[in-house]
């Protein structure tokens, strides 16, 4: 019974039925207490590597089921319980609200044109127009930016690091961003860069908002004074990273952190 009724789902789902922002929500199948939806299945969907076809979206769907019927299960429950599978929900999830939040402030930040003339003559009228090729390697802690740092003092290499270490989202490419003006950096970022040579990775790491970084410089040029309609969305993305990073500031002013341990050991 449940097959015939996941493969009538499935005929629904190779008929468009997907869950969009502006999209209805469809109940399509109820475990226990957990219905589940097109939402849950356009989500699962989108985390595999290959986009399944008509003939496997069954499969998929059976196997989405069977995950909410394991983890809502009375075993998966008080697994949930457990301080290592509790923290790792807790890490998923702040991180998953994070990313969508800070997504949702770039996204409906507004921008006004006296801040945009402002910008373009601060940093790029009026600045100095140097270009960088760099790649980072981005860690959640201190320590484990200065234990990169010391892997790479004794020969390991950058790129591979990157791969393996980095929590960015250029890890998958060995950390590389590519050239970039300073402007397009948050400053602490593009300070860094500026200082160092070619060849170079930062001895210490370097704090932003985003986490800590240690940063390779790989080259860097001279370019010309764009006008300000070849940057006019570089600018506008640059001032509303300065915006979403002056909410984290306000964010982090008003929250209450207390350092409860000296160490991690």
Known sequence: MMKKLL??????????????????????????????????????????????????????????????????????????????????????????????????????????????????QKHYANGANTEYKARHILLETEEKAKSVITALNRGADFIESAKQESTGPSSSVGGDLG????????????DAVAKLENGQFTKSPVQTQFGWHVILREDARSAPVPTLANVKKEVVDAIKRQKLAEFIRRVRDQSNIKILAKSMQ
């Open 7 to 120: 493969g009538l789902l499935t005929v629904l789902l190779s008929f468009g039925v997907h869950a969009e922002s502006d999209s209805k929500i469809i109940n399509l199948v109820q475990v226990d207490d957990m219905v589940v939806t097109n939402l849950h299945f356009a989500i699962f969907n989108s985390q595999n590597s290959t986009a399944p076809d008509a003939q496997n979206q069954s499969i998929m769907l059976e196997e989405l089921v069977s995950t909410f019927m394991l983890a809502n299960s009375p075993a998966g429950k008080k697994l949930m319980a457990h301080p290592e599978i509790a923290s790792a929900i807790q890490v998923s999830n702040a991180r998953l609200v994070t990313q969508a939040l800070m997504n949702d402030r770039l996204k409906n930040t507004t921008v006004n044109d006296q801040e945009i003339q402002a910008f373009y």
């Open 179 to 190: 050239w970039f003006s300073p402007n397009q950096m948050v400053k602490p970022f593009s």
